[in-house]
Protein backbone atom coordinates (compact mmCIF):
# COMPACT_ATOMS: atom_id res chain seq x y z
CA UNK A 1 0.00 0.00 0.00
CA UNK A 2 1.34 3.44 -0.85
CA UNK A 3 0.20 5.82 1.63
CA UNK A 4 1.45 9.90 0.96
CA UNK A 5 2.96 12.21 3.56
CA UNK A 6 0.45 12.50 6.56
CA UNK A 7 -2.40 14.67 5.93
CA UNK A 8 -3.85 15.49 8.93
CA UNK A 9 -3.26 16.06 12.90
CA UNK A 10 -6.54 14.43 13.25
CA UNK A 11 -7.62 10.86 13.52
CA UNK A 12 -11.02 9.75 10.98
CA UNK A 13 -14.45 7.88 12.45
CA UNK A 14 -15.22 5.65 9.97
CA UNK A 15 -19.18 6.25 10.36
CA UNK A 16 -19.75 7.77 7.08
CA UNK A 17 -18.01 4.25 5.37
CA UNK A 18 -19.69 1.32 7.30
CA UNK A 19 -22.11 0.93 4.54
CA UNK A 20 -20.21 1.07 1.38
CA UNK A 21 -16.78 -0.02 2.60
CA UNK A 22 -14.85 -2.62 4.62
CA UNK A 23 -12.79 -1.61 7.52
CA UNK A 24 -9.54 -2.42 5.61
CA UNK A 25 -10.93 -0.88 2.24
CA UNK A 26 -11.76 2.53 4.22
CA UNK A 27 -8.66 2.02 6.09
CA UNK A 28 -6.30 1.95 2.88
CA UNK A 29 -8.55 4.83 0.97
CA UNK A 30 -8.14 7.02 3.85
CA UNK A 31 -4.13 6.10 4.51
CA UNK A 32 -3.33 6.69 0.59
CA UNK A 33 -5.04 10.07 1.91
CA UNK A 34 -2.67 10.85 4.32
CA UNK A 35 -4.60 9.88 7.41
CA UNK A 36 -2.63 7.71 10.19
CA UNK A 37 -4.71 6.90 12.96
CA UNK A 38 -8.94 5.91 12.57
CA UNK A 39 -11.60 5.13 14.97
CA UNK A 40 -13.39 1.89 13.36
CA UNK A 41 -17.16 2.26 13.98
CA UNK A 42 -18.65 -1.56 14.47
CA UNK A 43 -21.16 -2.38 11.87
CA UNK A 44 -21.69 -5.62 9.59
CA UNK A 45 -20.24 -6.13 6.29
CA UNK A 46 -17.44 -2.66 7.58
CA UNK A 47 -16.46 -4.54 10.81
CA UNK A 48 -18.51 -7.35 12.95
CA UNK A 49 -16.62 -9.30 15.37
CA UNK A 50 -18.92 -12.49 14.89
CA UNK A 51 -17.78 -12.19 11.30
CA UNK A 52 -14.37 -10.96 11.72
CA UNK A 53 -12.24 -14.47 12.12
CA UNK A 54 -9.01 -14.82 13.60
CA UNK A 55 -7.16 -14.69 10.07
CA UNK A 56 -8.79 -11.63 8.94
CA UNK A 57 -7.95 -10.07 12.59
CA UNK A 58 -4.56 -11.30 12.30
CA UNK A 59 -4.18 -9.71 8.76
CA UNK A 60 -6.00 -6.42 9.56
CA UNK A 61 -3.25 -5.83 12.57
CA UNK A 62 -0.61 -6.28 9.91
CA UNK A 63 -1.58 -4.08 7.85
CA UNK A 64 -1.68 -1.51 10.61
CA UNK A 65 1.67 -2.73 12.09
CA UNK A 66 3.46 -2.50 8.54
CA UNK A 67 2.14 0.34 7.56
CA UNK A 68 2.58 2.69 10.37
CA UNK A 69 -0.71 3.33 11.18
CA UNK A 70 -3.31 3.27 14.28
CA UNK A 71 -6.41 2.82 15.25
CA UNK A 72 -6.69 4.01 18.67
CA UNK A 73 -10.44 2.75 19.00
CA UNK A 74 -13.34 0.81 18.01
CA UNK A 75 -17.13 2.02 18.38
CA UNK A 76 -20.31 0.33 18.89
CA UNK A 77 -23.58 2.53 17.65
CA UNK A 78 -25.45 3.18 20.87
CA UNK A 79 -28.95 3.18 18.55
CA UNK A 80 -29.03 -0.62 18.83
CA UNK A 81 -27.81 -1.39 22.05
CA UNK A 82 -28.84 -0.33 26.12
CA UNK A 83 -26.94 -1.81 29.13
CA UNK A 84 -29.44 0.52 30.99
CA UNK A 85 -32.17 -1.45 29.35
CA UNK A 86 -35.79 -2.05 31.11
CA UNK A 87 -35.72 -5.40 30.87
CA UNK A 88 -32.62 -8.20 30.86
CA UNK A 89 -33.41 -9.71 27.88
CA UNK A 90 -32.09 -6.23 26.26
CA UNK A 91 -29.37 -5.43 28.56
CA UNK A 92 -27.74 -9.00 28.38
CA UNK A 93 -27.92 -8.60 24.52
CA UNK A 94 -25.82 -5.28 24.63
CA UNK A 95 -23.42 -7.24 26.86
CA UNK A 96 -23.10 -10.20 24.72
CA UNK A 97 -22.04 -7.62 21.78
CA UNK A 98 -20.35 -5.60 23.50
CA UNK A 99 -18.20 -8.27 25.11
CA UNK A 100 -17.39 -9.27 21.49
CA UNK A 101 -15.80 -5.89 20.67
CA UNK A 102 -13.97 -5.82 23.70
CA UNK A 103 -12.20 -9.17 22.55
CA UNK A 104 -11.85 -8.01 18.85
CA UNK A 105 -9.94 -5.09 20.63
CA UNK A 106 -8.03 -6.78 22.37
CA UNK A 107 -6.89 -8.88 18.94
CA UNK A 108 -6.58 -5.80 17.00
CA UNK A 109 -3.78 -4.40 20.30
CA UNK A 110 -6.44 -1.51 20.02
CA UNK A 111 -6.50 0.63 23.44
CA UNK A 112 -9.81 1.97 23.69
CA UNK A 113 -13.73 0.49 23.36
CA UNK A 114 -15.83 3.43 23.02
CA UNK A 115 -19.34 2.61 25.76
CA UNK A 116 -22.76 4.67 26.20
CA UNK A 117 -24.31 4.96 29.59
CA UNK A 118 -27.33 3.34 28.29
CA UNK A 119 -31.15 5.10 27.14
CA UNK A 120 -34.10 5.33 30.18
CA UNK A 121 -37.67 5.76 27.92
CA UNK A 122 -37.71 9.79 27.51
CA UNK A 123 -41.91 9.56 28.41
CA UNK A 124 -41.12 7.49 31.26
CA UNK A 125 -37.75 7.12 32.77
CA UNK A 126 -36.79 4.30 35.22
CA UNK A 127 -35.48 5.86 38.68
CA UNK A 128 -31.99 6.81 38.47
CA UNK A 129 -30.71 4.75 40.65
CA UNK A 130 -32.30 1.47 38.94
CA UNK A 131 -30.43 2.93 35.95
CA UNK A 132 -27.38 3.84 37.86
CA UNK A 133 -27.52 -0.12 39.14
CA UNK A 134 -27.74 -1.23 35.56
CA UNK A 135 -24.62 0.54 34.32
CA UNK A 136 -22.66 -0.36 37.43
CA UNK A 137 -23.57 -3.83 36.52
CA UNK A 138 -21.94 -3.84 32.89
CA UNK A 139 -18.85 -2.05 34.28
CA UNK A 140 -18.68 -5.04 36.82
CA UNK A 141 -19.34 -7.53 33.61
CA UNK A 142 -16.84 -5.22 31.15
CA UNK A 143 -13.88 -3.80 32.74
CA UNK A 144 -12.40 -7.27 33.77
CA UNK A 145 -12.63 -8.66 30.50
CA UNK A 146 -11.19 -4.88 28.53
CA UNK A 147 -8.44 -5.29 31.22
CA UNK A 148 -7.47 -9.19 30.57
CA UNK A 149 -7.21 -7.96 26.92
CA UNK A 150 -5.37 -4.98 27.45
CA UNK A 151 -7.45 -2.19 26.29
CA UNK A 152 -10.09 -0.10 28.05
CA UNK A 153 -13.47 1.37 28.17
CA UNK A 154 -14.36 4.71 27.31
CA UNK A 155 -17.63 6.19 28.54
CA UNK A 156 -19.09 8.63 26.02
CA UNK A 157 -20.93 11.86 26.47
CA UNK A 158 -24.76 11.25 24.32
CA UNK A 159 -27.21 13.39 24.42
CA UNK A 160 -29.68 10.56 24.52
CA UNK A 161 -28.34 9.03 27.15
CA UNK A 162 -29.57 8.67 30.72
CA UNK A 163 -26.13 10.48 31.63
CA UNK A 164 -25.97 13.41 28.70
CA UNK A 165 -23.89 15.77 30.39
CA UNK A 166 -20.55 15.44 31.56
CA UNK A 167 -21.03 16.66 34.82
CA UNK A 168 -23.46 13.67 35.59
CA UNK A 169 -21.33 11.58 33.62
CA UNK A 170 -17.88 12.39 35.89
CA UNK A 171 -19.88 11.75 38.92
CA UNK A 172 -21.11 8.58 37.56
CA UNK A 173 -17.58 7.19 36.81
CA UNK A 174 -15.88 8.75 39.89
CA UNK A 175 -18.70 7.27 42.45
CA UNK A 176 -17.64 3.81 40.51
CA UNK A 177 -14.03 4.11 41.37
CA UNK A 178 -12.40 2.89 38.58
CA UNK A 179 -9.71 5.10 37.61
CA UNK A 180 -9.02 2.84 34.48
CA UNK A 181 -12.13 4.13 32.82
CA UNK A 182 -11.91 7.04 30.52
CA UNK A 183 -13.77 9.70 28.81
CA UNK A 184 -14.37 10.22 25.43
CA UNK A 185 -16.05 13.93 24.86
CA UNK A 186 -17.60 14.39 21.66
CA UNK A 187 -18.26 18.14 21.01
CA UNK A 188 -21.21 18.06 19.07
CA UNK A 189 -22.86 16.07 21.85
CA UNK A 190 -22.21 18.35 24.70
CA UNK A 191 -22.93 21.45 22.24
CA UNK A 192 -26.41 20.11 21.29
CA UNK A 193 -27.15 19.95 25.38
CA UNK A 194 -26.05 23.66 25.50
CA UNK A 195 -22.71 22.76 27.21
CA UNK A 196 -20.18 25.31 27.71
CA UNK A 197 -17.59 23.64 25.40
CA UNK A 198 -13.98 24.39 27.20
CA UNK A 199 -15.93 24.22 30.72
CA UNK A 200 -16.81 20.79 29.98
CA UNK A 201 -13.37 19.93 28.70
CA UNK A 202 -11.65 20.70 31.89
CA UNK A 203 -14.18 18.81 33.99
CA UNK A 204 -13.11 15.52 32.08
CA UNK A 205 -9.28 16.38 32.32
CA UNK A 206 -8.21 13.59 34.01
CA UNK A 207 -10.36 10.64 32.08
CA UNK A 208 -10.54 12.73 28.98
CA UNK A 209 -9.10 10.20 26.32
CA UNK A 210 -10.83 10.88 23.19
CA UNK A 211 -11.88 13.76 21.66
CA UNK A 212 -14.54 14.05 19.23
CA UNK A 213 -14.96 16.71 16.40
CA UNK A 214 -18.12 17.70 14.27
CA UNK A 215 -20.52 20.28 13.48
CA UNK A 216 -24.09 20.90 15.02
CA UNK A 217 -27.00 23.01 15.92
CA UNK A 218 -29.31 22.70 19.36
CA UNK A 219 -32.57 22.25 16.91
CA UNK A 220 -31.38 19.57 15.09
CA UNK A 221 -28.88 16.71 16.47
CA UNK A 222 -26.25 16.39 13.16
CA UNK A 223 -22.51 14.97 13.21
CA UNK A 224 -21.48 17.70 10.13
CA UNK A 225 -18.54 18.36 8.30
CA UNK A 226 -17.42 22.12 10.07
CA UNK A 227 -19.31 25.14 9.19
CA UNK A 228 -22.65 23.43 9.08
CA UNK A 229 -23.65 24.08 12.40
CA UNK A 230 -23.20 26.37 15.27
CA UNK A 231 -19.96 24.85 17.36
CA UNK A 232 -17.59 26.99 18.12
CA UNK A 233 -14.54 25.31 17.36
CA UNK A 234 -11.82 28.38 17.94
CA UNK A 235 -11.21 27.84 21.63
CA UNK A 236 -10.78 24.25 22.15
CA UNK A 237 -7.17 24.55 20.89
CA UNK A 238 -6.34 26.64 23.61
CA UNK A 239 -8.03 24.70 26.67
CA UNK A 240 -6.29 21.26 24.88
CA UNK A 241 -3.13 22.41 26.00
CA UNK A 242 -3.77 23.79 28.89
CA UNK A 243 -5.13 20.41 30.28
CA UNK A 244 -2.15 18.85 28.47
CA UNK A 245 -4.34 17.02 26.40
CA UNK A 246 -2.03 15.88 23.24
CA UNK A 247 -3.68 12.67 21.64
CA UNK A 248 -5.09 13.21 18.31
CA UNK A 249 -8.95 14.60 18.34
CA UNK A 250 -11.20 12.55 16.06
CA UNK A 251 -13.28 13.45 12.95
CA UNK A 252 -16.59 12.25 13.60
CA UNK A 253 -18.02 13.41 10.54
CA UNK A 254 -21.39 12.04 9.30
CA UNK A 255 -21.62 12.82 5.43
CA UNK A 256 -22.70 11.23 2.20
CA UNK A 257 -19.42 12.88 0.67
CA UNK A 258 -16.83 11.72 3.82
CA UNK A 259 -13.73 12.09 1.41
CA UNK A 260 -14.40 15.98 0.61
CA UNK A 261 -15.97 17.11 3.82
CA UNK A 262 -12.84 15.38 5.87
CA UNK A 263 -10.42 17.64 3.70
CA UNK A 264 -12.69 20.63 3.79
CA UNK A 265 -12.59 19.90 7.79
CA UNK A 266 -9.26 19.68 8.29
CA UNK A 267 -8.22 23.02 6.42
CA UNK A 268 -11.02 24.63 8.51
CA UNK A 269 -9.25 23.50 11.62
CA UNK A 270 -5.83 24.85 10.63
CA UNK A 271 -6.93 27.93 9.47
CA UNK A 272 -8.35 28.24 13.21
CA UNK A 273 -5.14 27.58 14.36
CA UNK A 274 -5.13 24.00 15.30
CA UNK A 275 -1.94 22.70 13.82
CA UNK A 276 -0.37 25.38 16.07
Not at 61 to 88: F, H, Q
Not at 148 to 157: A, I, P
Not at 171 to 180: S, T, V
Request: charge should be negative; aromatic fraction near 8%.
Amino acid sequence: MIIQQPNSLFAVNTYSYTLNYSARDCIESLAQKGYREFELMMYPGHLWPNTCSKSQRLELRRLLESNGLVVSTLNMPNIDLNIAGASKEMRTYSLENLRSVIELAGDLGIAGVVLGPGKANPLLAAPMERLMEHLYYALDELEPLANDVGTSLLMENMPFAFLPDIDSLMKALDDYGNNRIGVVYDVANGHFINEVIVDAIRKSRKRLKVLHLSDTNTSVYRHDTLGLGTVDFEPIPTVLKEIGFTNRPVLEIISSNPDADLDDSCKKLYAMGWNK
